[in-house]
């Protein structure tokens, strides 16, 4: 799968200081990928702040090529978070995304 050289700004990966109203708190484990190892979350609900907590870390991150598409469709545009050992989510570019690093 090709990717962007655009990386994300590191910044986007810090958590947030506190949900709000706005803000969507998931974990990474309970998205289910496509059978590429792609999850596409869409913004029908305007949700500006979202957190994905995981144990994986993010090992590649930017926004997708033209030629990269997922089985809901093309996602080029579209952020993307890598994670070891999959999945790579993908999410519009107007959500601020929080990776939180999963506490047992």
């Known amino acids: 799968m090709a ?3 655009t990386p994300i700004d590191s910044e986007t990966l810090t958590p947030s200081s ?3 109203p706005d803000q969507l708190a998931l974990s990474l484990e309970d998205l289910l990928p496509d059978a590429n190892g ?3 979350l869409f913004n029908d609900a305007g949700v500006t702040e ?3 907590v ?3 870390p993010v090992v590649d991150s930017g926004i997708a090529g ?3 598409a997922a089985e809901v469709g093309n996602v080029a545009g579209m952020a ?3 994670f070891d050992s999959g999945p790579t989510l993908y999410c519009p570019l ?3 995304v929080s990776i939180i690093p999963e506490t047992v």
């Open 66 to 68: 033209e030629e990269v």
């Open 38 to 40: 792609n999850v596409v």
């Open 94 to 96: 107007d959500v601020h």
């Open 18 to 20: 506190a949900e709000g």
């Open 54 to 56: 995981s144990e994986k």
């Open 80 to 82: 993307f978070y890598s």
């Open 3 to 5: 990717m962007a050289e």
């Open 50 to 52: 979202m957190s994905i």
